[in-house]
């Protein structure tokens, strides 16, 4: 896809914050200091619209995107890092079970996993409100440039394994510093809008 526009929307932690329901919606996920914003930003090619931060933790509410005026981007909270204060930690988890059940412009969730570590508890706790859901969702494996190539091969069959899934789920490897993987995930996004039965009244709704 070739981006035209995007822009920042809004930030909100509940839905009566939300903006609208218009637009179908691809949301990002995963860890603290996975490398989520900067993704985000490599397939926006913006360098500052979702915001990067060397401190884990940073992004605590949901940030909504627009892009092109015919689909969202949204940035949920990073989790899993502990000098983040008890209170905010404990909000992370209902703040985006409730996005992820009640959103339902909701087309595709990225989780995102940094290729160097192993995943965690909360990682699987997200595949299974996915699953839980039903919403589809792939894997995007971000910081490969940090890694060996046959390292890389090693580390794929490992998370795949550690998190049950089959040889064939969609395992992406991505590099914010490289670009590798940024057309495949927006093969896979176009793939969801494509097949989003109701994408022609968004884009009328946009043309206006």
Do not use: C
Request: charge should be positive.
């Amino acid at each position: 896809m070739k981006v035209l526009s995007a822009e920042f929307v809004l930030s909100a932690k509940s839905p009566a914050h939300y903006p609208p329901a218009v637009l179908p919606e691809i949301a990002f996920a995963g860890r603290s200091n996975v490398g989520k914003s900067s993704l985000i930003n490599t397939l926006l090619k913006r360098k500052g619209l979702a915001r990067t931060s060397n401190t884990p933790g940073r992004t605590q509410e949901i940030n909504f995107f627009t892009v092109n005026r015919r689909l969202a981007f949204i940035d949920l909270p990073g989790y899993g890092y502990a000098k983040v204060p008890e209170a905010i930690r404990q909000q992370w988890g209902p703040m985006i079970e409730t996005y992820l059940s009640e959103r339902e412009t909701l087309r595709l969730v990225i989780l995102i996993l940094d290729i160097r570590r192993d995943p965690t508890e909360q990682d699987r706790q997200l595949i299974g409100w996915l699953e839980f859901y039903r919403l589809p969702f792939l894997i995007a494996l971000t910081k490969i440039d940090k890694v060996s190539r046959s390292e890389l091969g090693r580390r794929q069959r490992r998370i795949g394994e550690d998190l049950g899934l089959s040889p064939a789920a969609p395992l992406i490897s991505f590099s914010a510093k490289t670009g590798v993987g940024k057309d495949l995930l927006w093969r896979e996004i176009e793939k969801v809008l494509a097949s989003h039965p109701g994408l022609e009244k968004y884009e009328r709704h946009n043309d206006k």
